[in-house]
């Protein structure tokens, strides 16, 4: 309660800083390739065997981190577990993934594809608002998905896909590819899990961080080394670097039933 006027005992809110120990871990990759394939990469293709090698190191080892990240996110996800089936007209209980006509009797749908996709669309808004009341600062601004689910979201009404001139060149890992909603930004990562759509929250301000991913050494790269036993180029790149879930209801899953690669589905 609010303090009133001419009264001593006065509510009062302090502020506490804690740490949390984290420890880095180190990346490296390294990549050789003969002084023959580097003069006739240049020769026939004016290409830098070098710059290319190099470009693809770096790659790898953002797509590497993604990965750790994102697994660390699905597997951590602690706001919500709801299920939702593919088929149009087969209902689960969001919350243990049984079919409800398999104890009592189904509902009847009528509806068309499309707005059996839109039941995706309101699982996803339960899950975030399971975020909300969990967290107390907002609801989830953004997905994650792979190609399959977003086939599906790009169906739904709300859907609104993001073009640029850049996407014709195609992109490594994952991608923003439109909105949801206007809610919600859609990113697709194909390494993501086929039937899962993970939703999160991502704070307005580090005081509002569920996930800390803190750099110790930036991506560093090697000079290029030669072999003096058979002149073989040689180059490496390498980064340190921590992490941290510190709020693991800020995110949640939508365990999608019914698609190609899982269990019990069928093409």
């Not at 000079?223 to 340190?240: A, H, L, N, W």
Request: aromatic share 8%.
């Amino acid at each position: 309660e609010w303090g009133l006027e001419n009264n001593a005992d006065i509510p009062e809110i302090d502020i506490k800083v804690d740490s949390v120990a984290v420890t880095a871990s180190t990346k490296k990759l390294k990549a050789k390739w003969t002084p023959e394939l580097g003069q006739d990469l240049n020769a026939y293709h004016n290409l830098d065997a070098e710059v290319e090698l190099t470009s693809i190191l770096s790659e790898q080892i953002a797509l590497e981190i993604d990965r750790e990240i994102i697994g660390d996110l699905v597997n951590g996800a602690s706001a919500a577990t709801y299920y939702w089936s593919r088929s149009p007209g087969l209902f689960l209980n969001k919350v243990t993934g049984v079919e409800i006509g398999a104890a009592s009797a189904a509902p009847d749908f009528t509806g068309t594809v499309s707005e059996w996709y839109e039941t995706l669309v309101e699982t996803i808004n339960d899950v975030s608002a399971q975020i909300h009341r969990k967290t107390l600062r907002g609801g989830a601004n953004f997905v994650v998905c792979g190609p399959e689910v977003a086939n599906v979201l790009e169906f739904t009404a709300g859907f609104r896909a993001s073009v640029t001139a850049d996407d014709d060149k195609g992109s490594i890992g994952s991608v923003k590819v439109g909105s949801l909603s206007k809610k919600f930004d859609v990113i697709v990562d194909p390494y993501f899990l086929r039937n899962v759509v993970l939703i999160g929250r991502r704070g307005s301000s580090f005081l509002e961080s569920g996930y800390v991913y803190a750099p110790y050494v930036p991506l560093q790269t090697t000079p290029t080394i030669f072999g003096p036993e058979d002149f073989v180029p040689r180059k490496g790149v390498m980064t340190r670097y921590a992490k941290k879930m510190v709020r693991p209801d800020m995110y949640g899953l939508v365990v999608v039933r019914g698609m190609l690669g899982e269990a019990g589905a069928t093409s």
